[in-house]
C-alpha cells in the first residue's frame, strides 16, 4: 500500500473524534481538536473544518456551525472570545483569531449558499474590525497586534514571548487579518453589496502594502515580526516567517530568495523530519516535549506548519521541494499512527520522534491531503 493511500485509510476513522454534538452554550454541532480538548476553539476547528469540507463539501456545515457558535456570542462592540466550552466562555483565549471571515466563505463556498451570512455579516464586519482596531499598533494605525503569546496559538513563539503584551505586530497575524479582508470582499461580492466589496478590497491592498513596508527585511531577504515599542523588526526566522510566504505575499523573485535561503536550508529551517518552527541556528532552539504551560513552537515540527510551508513552496515554484516536504511529513505520522495508534501535536525534527499530546486530532489531519495536494497544486485555502 503506498503512502497516500495507507495515510488516508488510517487517518479515516480519526475524523469522527473531533465531531460534537451541540451543548450547552454551544447551539451547534462543533468541532473540538480531540486528546485532551473538548473544546471549540479558534484557528483549530477552523483547519480542521476545512480538512473536512475540502475533503467532502457537505461536511463544510461544521465549518458553518463553527461560525454560528461565535456569531451568537459577539458581543456589540465585536468582540467575541476564541474559546468556547459547553459551560460557558474560557478564558484562556482573547479575541477570535482573524479566521472569521475566512471560514464563513469558505463554508459558504463549499456549501454553495451565501444567504445564511445575510442576517450575521453586521455582526462579521465588527468582530473583523475589533481585530483591526482595538488591537492595532497605536503608532502606525495600521498593523495589528498580537495581545501575547498564547493569543496567537503559537504559544512559546520567540518572536513574540518576552516582548511587552500588545506589542508585536505579528508578520502571521496581519496575513491572517489581511485574508479576513479579501474573504470579506468576496462574501459581499456574492451578497451584491458592491459598496462593501470595494471598502474591503482596499482595506486588504492596504494592509498588504504595510506588510510588505514594514515587515519585510530587504536586506536579509525574510518576513519578521515589529517590535512596534522600539519600531525595530524582531529578526527570529521561524514559524511567523512562513506564514505571508503561504499567502504568496512577497512578489516571486524575493520570495523564492526568501524560501532557498530559509526555508530549503538545513541549517535553518529544512530538517529530515520536515521544517522546523524555529530556525536551528537560533540561540532558543530545542525539541523539548512540552504542553504546559506552552507548547512548543521553537523547533519541533508542526504539520500544520508543514502544510503552510508546502504551499508557500508551492506558490513559488519549488514543487519537487513540496512534494518532498510533503512525504516526509506523511511518513512521521504514518509511523506514529502504527506505532501508538494515534498522532500527536509535533514532532522532533531531527529524531522524527513524536513528542507533546498523543492521541491529538485536529489540524493534523490536513496531512492526508499533503502528498495529493503537492502533486495537483490545488490549495484549498486560496481566496478566489
Known sequence: MNQEVEIKKLLLPKKAEVKRKAAGYLKHDYLVPAGPYQEQWDWDAFFVGMSLASDIPSEAIFLKNWALNYFEHTRSNGFVPGLLTPDGIDRRLKHIKPFLAQGSYFASRFLNDYNWLKPNLPKLKKVVEYRATKCVDKKGKVLACWQNGMESGADNNVAILDFRDGSVAGVDLNTFLYREYLALAKIAGHLKLARSQKE????????????????????????????????????????????????GLAPQKEGRKSIEKYLLNPKKLWSRHGVRSLSADDSEYNNTNIIKPFSNWQGPVWPLVNYFAMHALLNYGFKKEANQLAAKVTRIVLADLKKTGGMHENYHAETGKPLAAPNFVSWNLLVAQMNDQAKSGFNPFKIN
Open 200 to 247: 474591503y478590497q482596499a482595506k486588504a491592498q492596504k494592509l498588504k502594502a504595510a506588510i510588505l513596508n514594514k515587515l519585510w527585511d530587504k536586506k536579509d531577504s525574510v518576513f519578521y515580526n515589529l517590535d512596534t515599542q522600539t519600531g525595530k523588526l524582531i529578526k527570529r526566522v521561524g514559524y511567523s516567517s512562513i506564514i505571508p510566504l503561504w499567502e
